[in-house]
């Protein structure tokens, strides 16, 4: 009930290319969605996030599409570039609460 | 100049020994929390507060322990009856109320020898 589903493990995507990160989730009463990336040696920092009010949210080259029937939502990087090169975190969490249940993490390496 | 700061970026003890980590914020926030990530498994809760001088335990709390004397201290001690300690530990805070998004600082990597 409390999992977060996070796949692929990793990912090699060629420079230009698009990065798809998939998550799924159980918890119902779960209504924050939000994506970190994390660079080697660093802390995770929030990318982007989505309600389950809107299907979708695009910020630049980010976006994450989300399906409340199917409990799923995903990581679309559009014209993925070296830079890009991290681990990214799905996470879930309920309005107001204090935990965040965050997926096993994605490495994403972007061949130039 | 806001943020999450911990220290020290890098430790090494001894086997046996206890050692503090510490983690300091100036973002005002209620919430706190200390993560321990190790290789291609995510992050896991070892503790949260949620206001001064109260704390949780999380999902792996065993061999940890945590104070919050003050709103912007949150220190983690990591004691000797932690079996495989070398990780990599994470602060996050959060402000309470309509915000939901855990901000982290950047990190602390320890080995035990």
């Known amino acids: 009930q409390q999992q977060v589903k996070q796949s692929p493990q990793s990912l090699i995507v060629q420079k230009g290319g698009i990065s798809i990160i998939n998550c799924a989730y159980e918890?119902?009463?779960?209504?924050?969605f939000p994506w970190y990336q994390q660079f080697p040696g660093k802390g995770p920092a929030l990318l982007i996030a989505i309600r389950p009010d809107v299907s979708e949210k695009k910020e630049g080259r980010f976006t994450i599409s989300f399906n409340k029937s199917a409990k799923q939502f995903s990581l679309h990087i559009m014209d993925s570039q070296p830079g890009d090169s991290a681990t990214y975190f799905c996470a879930a969490s309920k309005s107001g609460g204090f935990k965040t249940i965050f997926g096993a993490g994605t490495r994403l390496f972007v061949k130039a | 100049d806001g943020g999450i700061t911990q220290s020290p970026k890098y430790l090494f003890r001894k086997e046996g020994q206890n050692v503090t980590l510490s983690c300091e914020q100036n973002l005002n926030h209620d919430a706190m929390y200390w993560y321990r990530q190790d290789p291609g498994q995510g992050l896991r809760l070892i503790y949260y507060s949620q206001i001064v001088n109260d704390f949780q335990k999380g999902d792996i709390a065993e061999g940890y322990s945590v104070s919050r004397e003050k709103k912007e201290s949150f220190p983690l001690t990591v004691t000797s009856a932690q079996k495989n300690p070398t990780a990599f530990y994470l602060c996050?805070?959060?402000?309470?109320?309509?915000?939901?998004?855990?901000?982290f600082g950047p990190g602390t990597r320890l080995t035990v020898l």
């Open positions: 918890n119902t009463a779960f209504d924050y």
């Open positions: 996050a805070s959060k402000a309470s109320g309509a915000s939901d998004t855990q901000y």
